[in-house]
């Protein structure tokens, strides 16, 4: 309504702000989303009136807003039901470029810090801070309506809305920062809407490929903790925790999106094709590195991810050898993307390791324990350092 992104923040913040001021002395209201929307609306009249107060447009606007808030705007127009998918269709807009879309929306609407979202993109906090200003202030110069897409509208901005739920699920799944390694409820919330993009766009092979990918993802989380959140590496993990209903549905979603997919599969399927592979496994001896290997080859060509490339160095490593794992790694050690990427020093500590180089194992352990912010993901580093030092000395 305000085509103001900075002002509709503003003053849904106010909202809220005196919901938290006054239910609890009042009561919550019977329809607390009209009420949270009237207080807005309220307030940006306030805002136009002070701003121009003879301006005949901000009139006009004022007058609009003020509207009862029974009525529905999107009465008569094909949209999303849910709320938030919604508002990510909505936060996608073509005005911004994919990279600018998806990360306002993350921002706006998935909620994410710009420290996490500056971890999804391998930027610095001070790029993804100038890109979110530079996104509003676009949308601000463009006076772009901001508004719920529909039909040809919403196929458009379908890719970055699953870029911005990937990356949601992503951080659920391994946290930036905190006391727990992971989040499960992003990773709920992110299934969750995968679900719904899935039966709202049938047939669509990325939809179902990200779906997929998340099933069988999630299927694994009660198994990555110990009963005391301590991290559970994939080795080691009791597969019988796995969630079997999760990995059917994952495993049925993977099916339909190869059955529809063309000769190039896009990124999310050839993920979900890289989760099924361990999700297929008994036990970790079972693996099929070879496969994972080269499906994250394919990966690499499709996307160009860096962060796939330095996947591809483990599973070379466990289909061919350490040897040929740390080759690759080795080569992402000055890469620009990769600068600060606490997952290089650990990988290839892992490599050194299992090469049996224990003290170079150690002191990558203890540079990747010292570059991430997690801090059960730093606990579990530095226990690697410990034992590998321990080790070089035996």
Request: with cysteine.
């Amino acid at each position: 309504m305000l085509r103001d992104v900075a002002l509709a923040e503003d003053v849904a913040q106010d909202a809220v702000v005196a919901a938290l001021a006054t239910w609890p002395a009042d009561g919550i209201p019977d329809n607390p989303g009209a009420w949270l929307m009237t207080t807005a609306k309220r307030r940006a009249i306030d805002v136009f009136r002070a701003r121009a107060r003879h301006d005949r447009a901000a009139e006009l606007l004022a007058n609009e807003l003020a509207e009862a808030v029974d009525d529905d705007p999107g009465a008569g127009i094909d949209h999303v039901e849910d709320d938030v998918l919604r508002l990510m269709f909505i936060c996608c807009h073509p005005a911004l470029s994919a990279e600018a879309q998806t990360t306002l929306t993350l921002k706006l609407v998935a909620g994410l810090s710009t420290r996490e979202i500056a971890r999804a993109y391998l930027a610095s906090e001070a790029t993804v801070a100038q890109r979110v200003s530079r996104a509003k202030r676009t949308l601000a110069e463009a006076n772009a309506a901001i508004e719920e897409p529909s039909g040809a509208e919403r196929a458009e901005r379908l890719a970055a809305v699953l870029g911005v739920v990937y990356l949601l699920f992503n951080e659920g799944y391994s946290a930036t920062e905190g006391a727990d390694w992971m989040r499960p409820p992003l990773c709920d919330e992110a299934l969750r809407l995968g679900r719904i993009l899935a039966a709202i766009v049938p047939g669509d092979a990325e939809v179902l490929g990200l779906t997929a990918l998340m099933e069988l993802q999630s299927s694994r989380l009660r198994a990555r903790v110990g009963a005391d959140g301590t991290p559970v590496l994939l080795d080691d993990q009791d597969r019988s925790r796995w969630d079997a209903a999760r990995i059917r549905r994952g495993l049925d979603a993977l099916a339909e999106a190869e059955a529809v997919a063309g000769d190039e599969p896009g990124q999310y399927l050839l993920q979900a094709e890289l989760a099924a592979c361990h999700a297929r496994a008994a036990a970790s001896a079972d693996t099929d590195w070879m496969r994972i290997a080269a499906l994250y080859e394919q990966l690499v060509r499709r996307t160009g991810s860096p962060v796939a490339e330095l996947n591809r160095a483990v599973a070379l490593g466990r289909a061919y050898g350490p040897e040929a794992g740390l080759a690759l790694a080795d080569q992402l050690v000055d890469h620009p993307a990769l600068t600060g990427y606490h997952l290089v020093p650990s990988v290839r500590g892992d490599l050194l390791e299992r090469l049996g180089r224990h003290a170079e194992a150690a002191a990558e352990f203890t540079r990747a324990a010292a570059m991430t912010e997690n801090a059960r993901e730093r606990e579990l580093l530095e226990a690697r350092a410990v034992a590998a030092r321990a080790a070089s000395v035996e």
